[in-house]
């Protein structure tokens, strides 16, 4: 059984002092990857955390030229983390191919039909997708699990979201998106190191103005879904 180096010991010291974690759970983490769907809002702080979580390869996937000034810095994070830099655009050509050699995709995107598409592949895919929305002083959080949770195009409607927003805020609040970031990646490192429960199936929302959070729960495949029974 492998196990992880005295240097490695030493890195995770603090996380493998937490009660859930085990070196097991580590060494899962380490073997594990995940793709990140925009460096705009949540990207790059989720990023980091994965990173200095010790999430073995990290892709990023943007299309402009803030990519190579990304990865030059979050290689510098943890020796033990491989970066990998997806320089393209997100779309119905691309999608499948970039999506497909990862374990899990957490989804930055600034447009929302780039989210629906993320999510209509993930299903495809059998990838489980951690998506984020950002709506200025307030944010939500959703783990779509393939064949367990509704995909995105069913969990919105029942949050209220009936038409999703065509176009991106003017801004975002920053403590929201770290708010964000921190959720999503705390959902990214359960599911990679398998810990805790496997969840899904709650969208979670945060309003920085009021500190109120809400967690709308339930969020089933529907039967009448092609996607979201697409993995039962």
């Known amino acids: 059984m492998a ?20 070196e097991q759970a580590q060494l899962k983490l380490l073997g594990g990857s995940a793709l990140i769907l925009g460096l705009d809002g949540t990207g790059l702080s989720v990023a980091r955390h994965l990173a200095a979580a010790g999430v073995g390869r990290i892709g990023l996937v943007e299309e402009d030229n803030k990519l190579a000034t990304a990865v030059y810095g979050l290689s510098k994070i943890n020796p033990d983390v491989a970066i990998v830099a997806h320089k393209l655009s997100f779309d119905t050509h691309s999608a499948d191919g970039v999506m497909g050699d990862y374990d899990v995709v957490i989804d930055s995107l600034s447009d929302w039909q780039s989210k629906l598409l993320a999510s209509d592949v993930a299903m495809h895919l059998n990838k489980p997708l951690v998506h984020g929305g950002l709506f200025g002083f307030s944010c939500q959080v959703f783990t779509m699990l393939p064949g367990r949770s509704a995909c995105l ?80």
């Open 153 to 232: 195009r069913c969990a919105l409607p029942l949050v209220g979201l009936e038409d999703v927003p065509m176009e991106k805020l003017n801004a975002d609040f920053a403590p929201t998106v770290e708010v964000a970031s921190a959720m999503q990646s705390s959902a990214a490192i359960r599911l990679i190191g398998g810990l805790g429960g496997i969840g899904g199936a709650t969208l979670i929302q945060f309003d920085a103005l009021t500190l109120e959070t809400s967690a709308v729960r339930e969020l089933s495949a529907r039967p009448d879904c092609p996607d979201c029974r697409r993995n039962p």
């Open 3 to 22: 196990s992880l180096r005295p240097e490695q010991y030493e890195r995770y010291k603090n996380q493998l002092s937490l009660p859930a974690m085990s």
